[in-house]
């Protein structure tokens, strides 16, 4: 699914992307003998997604990538390591694979840097217990990791925006306040770049909650992404962050991914095995709701008609028109 092209004169666009294949969800024995067993590598598939994604942002976004801010743990460095090698590549192979293909790099295309806001949940909904550090503590040696991106594209004379990591067992309150603080300093830090946050699946899935207006759960997908924008004024004046588009997120409860084209349109139509139809119109166009409401009634009826759909509910809050399958 291509992203959503947008202005960058004026706007701030931000990427939240989560970590590609980790080696513990694809290999079940890995943890056994691991030394760290909490900070699980990718996997090759997983390298070769994240390299992927890096095409995809480049090629389909519409702005470039200012900045890379990156959690700490070990799977979300190489995954931005090879977005990051994606994206700097100088005249990038459309059949390279991963970071390997890539036998030149452009340093002055962006800069990355290292944040502990972003790393994942440290509780046991993320972390298992029996896999966590028996003291607590999370230990990164940062100059080690600053070391696996290509040379010259570290900025090492920045401050983070959580200048420790959170505590073990973090509250929920606690993680969701922090990936949103962190999202908001480091925008508000770099106003005049387009940044690209690798983090966890619960920092994809909290600040789609936070910005989405929608209190339903997401299923986000290995490099799943959420695409944000502001507008930020002359004087660094900014508004509030409006979900643009996402790839690799879907809703929870019926798998339908929140955002795909109707006819080349911003609008998504999906019937899920559930006997649901759903229309999403963005955010940002709730304002003129009235219109909107009665147009897609009007085209969603046409479409309806050779699907046995009809109209049940419309979610306001979440910009959502409901139809449903009738059952003979």
């Known amino acids: 699914m291509e992203f959503a092209k947008g202005k960058l004169n004026g706007h701030q666009n931000v990427i939240v992307m989560r970590h590609g294949d980790r080696a513990d969800h694809?290999?079940?024995?890995?943890?056994?003998?691991?030394?760290?067993?909490?900070?699980?590598?990718?996997?090759?598939?997983?390298?070769?997604?994240?390299?992927?994604?890096?095409?995809?942002?480049r090629s389909q976004v519409g702005f470039p990538i200012h900045?890379?801010?990156?959690?700490?743990?070990?799977?979300?460095?190489?995954?931005?390591?090879?977005?990051?090698?994606?994206?700097?590549?100088?005249?990038?192979?459309?059949?390279?694979?991963?970071?390997?293909d890539v036998p030149s790099i452009d340093n002055s295309k962006l800069k990355v840097?290292?944040?502990?806001?972003?790393?994942?949940?440290?509780?046991?909904?993320?972390?298992?217990?029996?896999?966590?550090?028996?003291?607590?503590?999370?230990?990164?040696?940062?100059?080690?990791?600053?070391?696996?991106?290509?040379?010259?594209?570290?900025?090492?004379?920045?401050?983070?925006?959580c200048k420790e990591l959170p505590q073990w067992e973090e509250s929920a309150a606690g993680f969701k306040e922090r990936y949103v603080?962190?999202?908001?300093?480091?925008?508000d830090k770099y106003p005049s770049e387009n940044l690209l946050l690798v983090t966890h699946w619960g920092g994809v899935g909290t600040i789609l909650y936070k910005y989405f207006n929608d209190a339903t759960k997401y299923l986000v997908d290995y490099c799943g992404c959420v695409e944000?924008?502001?507008?930020?004024?002359?004087?660094?004046?900014?508004?509030?962050?409006?979900?643009?588009?996402?790839?690799?997120?879907?809703?929870?409860?019926?798998?339908?991914?929140?955002?795909?084209?109707?006819?080349?349109?911003?609008?998504?139509?999906?019937?899920?095995?559930?006997?649901?139809g759903y229309l999403w119109t963005p955010p940002r166009a709730a304002g003129f709701y009235p219109l909107l409401q009665g147009l897609s009634r009007f085209c969603l009826w046409k479409l309806a008609t050779t699907e046995s759909l009809v109209p049940s509910h419309l979610f306001f809050g979440s910009s959502t028109l409901r139809y449903s399958r009738f059952i003979s």
């Open 228 to 276: 944000l924008r502001r507008q930020v004024s002359n004087n660094n004046e900014s508004e509030e962050f409006e979900v643009v588009t996402s790839h690799g997120v879907a809703f929870k409860d019926n798998k339908a991914p929140i955002h795909g084209p109707i006819g080349g349109s911003n609008h998504q139509f999906t019937v899920p095995n559930n006997g649901t």
């Open 113 to 161: 840097a290292i944040e502990f806001g972003l790393c994942e949940i440290l509780n046991t909904v993320a972390i298992k217990s029996e896999v966590a550090p028996k003291d607590g503590k999370f230990d990164f040696k940062i100059s080690d990791l600053q070391a696996m991106f290509p040379e010259g594209t570290v900025d090492i004379n920045v401050d983070m925006a």
């Open 26 to 57: 694809c290999e079940p024995l890995w943890a056994s003998t691991a030394v760290r067993p909490w900070d699980p590598p990718l996997v090759h598939d997983g390298k070769v997604r994240a390299f992927q994604t890096g095409q995809r942002i």
């Open 181 to 187: 603080s962190t999202l908001k300093v480091l925008a």
């Open 67 to 100: 900045r890379v801010i990156v959690s700490p743990f070990l799977r979300c460095i190489q995954t931005a390591a090879q977005v990051v090698a994606a994206l700097s590549a100088v005249n990038l192979d459309d059949n390279a694979m991963s970071s390997k």
